[in-house]
Every structure is written in C-alpha cells, then in structure tokens.
C-alpha cells in the first residue's frame, strides 16, 4: 500500500487540574480524556505502524507523555559511557514540536525502552 502523503495536522493537548512535584504514580483513568494518535509512519519501509499509540496532556506546570508500543525485537544499546547519545542508537519513540510552519527552531525528544531520554533543539 502507497503511503498517503503527510499533511500536517494539528494534536491538540488538553488540559487536566493536575498538580504534583513529585509523581510516584498518575490517578486512575489519567489519560481517558487525552486525544489519542495511532497512524504513525514507517517512513523507511513505506508502511504505517499500528502497534503504536501516542496520548498527551498538560497540567499547569507539565506536559505527561504517554507512548505504548508493540515491538517483538527491541534494540537497545548500551554503552559503556552511558551518556544521552546511546539513546539513538537504539529503538525509541521521538517526537518533535516546532514554533512555526518554517521549522526556524524545533525541540526533539527520543526516549528508549530503558527510559533514557535525548532532548534536543535544532
């Protein structure tokens, strides 16, 4: 199947009254209200992936991301270092925001199985 072209659309992060400095774990049924994207793409192997859900909400003070993915052969790397680039090297979920159509100044965060977050604005 041809991939469809990409048209940018917006995700809109609804709020919650959410508020904790320190989150040891979210209330039951957090993420029920959150818009929820599942067509992401495979752009390498021209293929859409459908084990992949992608939710986000905002409290005052924070943005809660939340991924669930499916995948049979996790690649994970680690390094001797252990520094932020082994995250690259190794399966993750990206996700980057932009402030204008331009792409001037985006932000990108990748984060592994392990939870090691690279960030990053370009």
Request: net charge neutral; glycine share 4%; proline share 2%.
């Amino acid at each position: 199947m041809p991939m469809r072209k990409s048209k940018q659309e917006k995700y809109i992060i609804k709020g919650v009254d959410f508020s904790s400095k320190a989150i040891s774990k979210l209330p039951n049924g957090f993420w029920e209200t959150a818009n929820v994207i599942t067509d992401f793409k495979r752009p390498w192997e021209n293929t859409f992936c459908k084990t992949t859900v992608f939710r986000a909400l905002h409290s005052n003070e924070y943005v809660y991301l939340n991924y669930v993915v499916m995948d049979d052969n996790i690649l994970l790397y680690d390094g001797n270092e252990n520094v932020k680039i082994d995250v690259a090297q190794s399966d993750r979920v990206e996700i980057f925001f932009r402030s204008d159509k331009d792409l001037k100044l985006y932000y990108g965060i990748e984060i592994d199985a392990k939870g090691r977050v690279l960030d990053y604005s370009a």
